[in-house]
C-alpha cells in the first residue's frame, strides 16, 4: 500500500513539475513573441516617424519656395526688366552708347534668365513633375562644361519613381558626384542607372584615387545623409572603394508595381 502511495506521489509530483515546465516554456514563448513584437512595432513607428518628418520638411520647403518663386518672379523680376527696358531706351537714344552701357544691358538680360530659370526651379507645380533624367543630363552637361572632368549618363527612357522619389535620387547622386569632384581627383565618372525586375538599379563610379573603406566611411563626405535619404526611400546603398582603384556608389531602390 505505501509503494503504491509513493508511486502515485512520485507521478503526481512528476505531472506537475511538468505541468510547471510547460506553462513556464509557455510564458517564455509568449514573452519572447511580444518583445519580438514590441521591437517591430517600435521600428516600424520609427520608420513612420521619419517618413512623416521628411514629409513635413519637403512641405514646409514647397511653401517657402513657392513663397519666394513668387517673390522672384512678381517683384525681383519686374524690377529686373524695367530697368533693362530703361537701359533699351538709353541706348536708343545715343548715338553711340558707350561699350560698358551695353555690356550692363547684355549682363542684366543674364541675370533676367538666370533669375526666371531659379524662379521655376522653386516653384512646387515644378517639383510635382521633377524629372531625374532630364535635370541629371543638365548636371552633367554643366559639369562637362567646365571641361576638368568628363561625366558619362546611361540611363532608361523612363524612370518609374515618382516625382518626389526622383527628387530625392537627384540629391544623393548628385552628393556622390561631388564627393568625387571634390575628394577623389578623378578624371572620369561614369553614372549608370537601369532598372531590374522590381528594383532600380544606379551606380556612380570613377577613377580617381579611392580611399582606404573605413577612412572614408569616418570622413563623412555627406555619406550619413546619402544613406538616411536611401534608407527613405526602402532602397539600400553601399560604397566601394580601394586606393588607387577609384570609388563606386551603389543604389538599390524597390519599384512599386503601380509605377510600372
Known sequence: MEKSQLIIAVLFATAVLLLLAFF????????????????????NLQKEFEQILMQSQIEVQENTFAALSMELHDNIGQLLVSAKALIGVTQYNMPSPPETLNVAGETLGKAISELRSLSKLLDKEWLQQFDFIANLQAEVKR??????????????????????????????????????????QAQQIDINVSHSVASLIVSIIDNGKGFEKDVMMSAGLGLK???????????????????GNGSAVMLKLPVKKSEQ
Open 24 to 43: 513556464l516554456l509557455f510564458f517564455l514563448v509568449r514573452y519572447r513573441t511580444r518583445s519580438n513584437q514590441y521591437i517591430s512595432e517600435r521600428e
Open 143 to 184: 559639369i562637362n562644361a567646365m571641361q576638368t572632368l568628363q561625366v558619362s549618363f546611361s540611363h532608361p527612357e523612363k524612370l518609374l519613381l515618382q516625382p518626389e522619389e526622383q527628387i530625392i535620387l537627384f540629391r544623393i547622386v548628385q552628393e556622390a558626384i561631388q564627393n568625387s569632384i571634390k575628394h577623389s
Open 225 to 243: 545623409n546619402m544613406k538616411h535619404r536611401t534608407q527613405l526611400m526602402g532602397g539600400t546603398i553601399e560604397w566601394k572603394s580601394s586606393p
